[in-house]
């Protein structure tokens, strides 16, 4: 499997995943606004008998890039991958969703989502902050966040994703699925994509 492939794919106007799991129906959600996708593989996913594609973690794998950014460390053990792009309160998000699956169900689960996020908005690392609080619907009050630093860049550990600020207009976000993949999975995760300029 390749990332710097890409091949048409049309999704349905909802989908069944499972995120840390629990079953949930995807629907178009406001926060994703124009939702543009594309498959970051080389050709369609073939099915296996058990239903689900998992893939190891290979030089190619760790060769991706995202919208300027270099993908360095994937943990291993996750899906396949979707490229996405959308804009939500003036801010465009470019991400890269792997996902296991269908289950015989028919649903999907989320292994681990990497996403810029560009806007005039991203001041610094506080207006980052504020900024994902309300996209992600997080009471600032109650969300538990720690400063981590991500590969020299200033940023916030919650138990499920990482955020950082990489500089005025330009952030960053890693998140996992903590049910099957560790802390550590997903520190050096978010510690291997940086722009691609500052490997």
Known sequence: MSCSSSWSLVRPATRRIVIGGAIAVLAAPAALGVLTATAAAAGPVPSS???????????????????????????????????????????????????????????????????TIRGEKVIDLETLRTFLTEYHEKDPESWELTAVDVGGYGGYRAEDQVFFFVSPGVAAEVSIDRTRFSEEDLLATAAGFHPENSA
């Open 49 to 115: 008998a058990s239903g689900s594609h998992r893939t190891s973690q290979s030089t190619q794998q760790r060769a991706c890039t995202l919208d300027g950014f270099a993908i360095d460390h994937l943990p291993g053990g996750i899906g396949s991958p979707s490229d996405f792009e959308y804009e939500w309160e003036d801010v465009v998000f470019h991400s890269r969703v792997w996902e296991t699956g269908p289950d015989p169900e028919g649903a999907t689960k989320v292994d681990l989502t990497v996403k």
